[in-house]
């Protein structure tokens, strides 16, 4: 009985529990992201067309400007995401992308990896509605970067 109480003790001191957090919603997630877009996206289009380039008609007409755009994006979005597991629109809405055990922000490829499998995913449309069935409401990109999106307060 005694070496019993003992094994069961010594098995709870070395179970560390995970952070406990609540997670963001599907609609402040779909916010945060428009809000990244006019703040983030939308002045890198504007600085390519006009000063880069020559005009809309040029941008248009170039395959490689919008490329080039949403890879400058996704680079600003993969620093902002592991500086301050935050972007502004995230900041907005006061959620937080951090790691799904340890409760941390997620280091620079890591957040690289999760920007373009979201564009994958939101491509599909199939990994942007299994937030609609998970209790934890992560999307495709966050289940394979081991991910999770929350709001910034924890319990």
Avoid: W
Avoid at 12 to 36: G, H, L, M, Q
Avoid at 75 to 90: D, H, M, V
Avoid at 100 to 108: T, V
Wanted: charged residues 25%.
């Amino acid at each position: 009985m005694r070496f019993r109480n003992i094994k069961n003790r010594q098995k709870k001191e070395d179970i560390k529990e995970r952070p406990r957090y609540i997670y963001a919603t599907y609609s402040s997630r779909v916010k945060a992201f428009i809000t990244d877009m006019f703040m983030i996206y939308a002045p890198i289009l504007y600085i390519i067309t006009y000063v880069v380039m020559n005009g809309k008609e040029e941008f248009q007409s170039s395959q490689l400007a919008p490329f080039a755009g949403v890879i400058l994006y996704g680079l600003i979005y993969a620093l902002l995401l592991s500086k301050f597991g935050q972007t502004p629109g995230k900041k907005a809405y006061d959620i937080k992308v951090v790691d799904d055990r340890s409760g941390e922000n997620i280091g620079f490829f890591r957040a690289m990896l999760r920007f373009f499998l979201f564009l994958v995913t939101a491509s599909t449309l199939l990994g942007l509605f299994i937030p609609f069935y998970r209790r934890d409401k992560k999307a495709l990109h966050d289940i394979i970067c081991k991910t999770i999106v929350v709001q910034k307060k924890k319990i």
